[in-house]
């Protein structure tokens, strides 16, 4: 009966949409040949889209 409720318990840890993020940028993406202006706008998008945390507090 525990191992019922323990493997429930872990069940509902887990999400349904955990693999969205995996090709959002496609930066590391090593099998396609980028010339450095097209990985020049992938690392800008980057830059623009993911902030960073703020170290100031």
């Given at each position: 009966?525990k191992y019922l409720i ?9 999400s349904l949409n955990s ?17 450095f202006e097209e990985f ?18």
């Amino acid at each position: 009966m525990k191992y019922l409720i323990l493997f429930i318990f872990l069940i509902s840890c887990t999400s349904l949409n955990s693999n969205n993020d995996v090709k959002k940028n496609n930066i590391l993406d090593f099998s396609e040949d980028k010339t450095f202006e097209e990985f020049n706008v992938l690392i800008l998008n980057y830059a623009e889209t993911n902030p960073y945390p703020s170290i100031d507090n």
